[in-house]
């Protein structure tokens, strides 16, 4: 009898469900049904997550549109997501969903030669084949408890949400065979994926179902669009071409993007040991992805001569997102050259306010999944979630008025780093008798230079300052526009109790030489006068505005 794993029918993908102590596995069919009982999904990788977040959405938007803000009110306002409509889509294209169909499985190309196959959990290039986040000999493991320990076995369940996060967040990497020597990475592996959460998973689908109708999120042929399980490509070529760029055909086609084409073998029990893998599409570089990605947000970098290009906001290991927090909600804007645009997902939910189709006391969460890749290696994973008070969509005051509260911390940060800077320079050049101590740093050569920066890096108060904020950061940004004067009182607070303590923690570090006691003792003071300015009355006061 042949395999068959149907993801209509089978379990596979994890949610939490209200009253249930662990992560329950619902088909896919089960889950948009069953989405106002389902808190959130689940799976333990942020990766996994957002590609499934994708994979629904598309079903959602192929099946309801929505065409107009009216229609995106009725399904909200149903609670639930019409039943009868999506068994009558998902009857029509059911084999399409079977993830080991003879002819037609899954986000995959059954005409691949199983020649090419590469064992689970390694590669050509001994790198995880499915996900980033999969383990692989040189692909560590990052903030997971998974380890590497050479080919493995996928069960039919992970093999579909891999298979899904392939496709989604597809590496850049070596092709050695078919006639390819390398493929690129997916857009979304370059940026942040921003959705917006609810209070369930109902809320959290139709707060990112943005308008479908063919003008927006961006113009096509809404006839030619259509999502990766209805296309039918072409056969393949004896020796497939190396540039596989083609254009998008609409927001459908963008959601189920094929980056690779992939094709997993399973044995006889129906798991999955071994996998083909290549290059599959590249969207073309001419394309916006600006102006028609809808979850990622993007900032503007110029170059010389004048020209520039968008780039989506990204994670980094020692960046965490909601020092970007302004990036994601208000715009396009511009500082300066700085220009940044928020993902057009936020944007919807500032037209559900604006057009009345959204209470605008209700508070939803904004969270951010993704990875920080360089090249074919995989820095980390990460997901983040602050707080979102929608009143900070309906006007620009708000968001101001956070993003200097935010402009406060990076300030204190340069006292810090400063201070450290000259704690440092102070305990590595001991003074000498009649010299005047600060020419002395300032007089300092580069190698010393170079001994007063190693030891500044040792400190690791960077990582120590901004732990330290996380937490009322994302107070901050969500209590401002509710008790605006007392919030910043306290994130001011906050922000100097940092400064002061990743200081304290460096000294700390020298405690036992007489050199960093008298090195605090010389700086000290300078970093105090410092604070003192930054947070004096003239630099605390906010410009005249609307808001109490």
């Not at 499985?105 to 996900?131: E, K």
């Not at 909600?329 to 500082?335: A, N, Q, T, W, Y």
């Not at 607070?493 to 200081?503: G, I, L, P």
Request: aromatic fraction near 8%; charge should be neutral.
């Amino acid at each position: 009898m042949p395999l068959s794993f149907n993801l209509l029918e089978e379990p596979w993908i994890p949610c939490v469900v209200r009253g249930e102590p662990r992560a329950v596995e619902y088909s896919l069919r089960d889950v948009l049904v069953r989405a106002e009982e389902i808190l959130e999904l689940a799976d333990q990788s942020p990766l996994v997550t957002a590609a499934l977040y994708r994979l629904l959405l598309a079903v959602l938007h192929r099946v309801f549109g929505p065409p107009t803000v009216d229609a995106w009110v009725s399904i909200w306002e149903a609670r639930q997501f019409d039943a009868h409509a999506l068994d009558q889509y998902f009857s029509r294209w059911s084999d399409r969903f079977d993830l080991f169909h003879p002819e037609r499985p899954f986000y995959q190309r059954a005409d691949l030669d199983p020649n090419l196959a590469n064992p689970i959990g390694r590669t050509a290039a001994n790198t995880s084949p499915l996900g980033s986040d999969l383990p692989g000999a040189a692909n560590p493991p990052l903030f997971d408890h998974a380890t590497y320990a050479g080919p493995r076995l996928l069960t039919p369940a992970e093999a579909a949400r891999y298979v899904l996060v392939c496709q989604t967040f597809a590496m850049s990497g070596l092709v050695r065979k078919a006639g390819q020597t390398s493929a690129e990475g997916s857009h979304v592996l370059r940026g942040a994926v921003v959705l917006n959460l609810g209070r369930n998973l109902f809320e959290t689908l139709m707060l990112n179902l943005v308008r479908y109708d063919g003008t927006a999120p961006f113009e096509f042929d809404l006839a030619a669009d259509r999502p990766a399980w209805e296309d039918d490509p072409p056969p393949l070529q004896p020796d497939p071409p190396t540039n596989r760029t083609r254009p998008l055909r609409g927001y459908l086609d963008l959601l189920t993007w094929q980056a690779r084409l992939l094709l997993l073998l399973p044995d006889a029990s129906g798991n999955v040991p071994q996998l083909v893998r290549l290059e599959g599409w590249r969207i073309a570089k001419e394309e916006p992805l600006q102006a028609k990605e809808t979850m990622l947000a993007f900032k503007y970098l110029e170059r010389h001569g004048g020209q520039g290009s968008w780039v989506p906001l990204s994670f980094t290991p020692e960046r965490a997102l909601w020092r970007d927090a302004t990036a994601l909600l208000v715009g396009p804007r511009s500082e300066g050259k700085l220009q940044t645009q928020p993902p057009a997902v936020v944007r919807w939910v500032k037209t559900l306010v604006d057009r009345g189709g959204l209470s605008d006391d209700y508070l939803a969460t904004l969270a951010a999944f993704g990875i920080s890749a360089d090249r074919s290696k995989a820095d980390l994973w990460r997901r983040e979630a602050f707080p979102l008070p929608l009143a900070y969509l309906k006007g620009p005051e708000w968001v101001g008025r956070l993003q200097r509260n935010l402009a406060l911390s990076e300030s204190a940060h340069d006292c810090l780093r400063r201070a450290l800077w000259r704690f440092a320079s102070h305990a590595l050049a001991p003074p000498t008798d009649g010299q005047d101590k600060r020419k002395q740093v300032d007089k300092l050569g580069q190698a010393e230079r170079e001994r007063v920066d190693q030891l500044v890096k040792s400190f690791q108060s960077e990582r120590v300052y901004w732990s330290w904020l996380d937490v009322p950061a994302r107070v901050l940004i969500a209590s401002l526009p509710a008790r605006p004067h007392e919030a910043e009182a306290e994130w001011q607070e906050a922000v100097q109790e940092a400064a002061r303590q990743s200081f304290t923690a460096a000294v700390n570090a020298l405690a036992g030489d007489a050199t960093g006691l008298r090195a605090a003792a010389l700086t000290r003071p300078s970093f105090e006068g410092d604070l003192a300015r930054l947070f004096g009355p003239s630099n605390l006061t906010s410009p005249a505005s609307a808001i109490p």
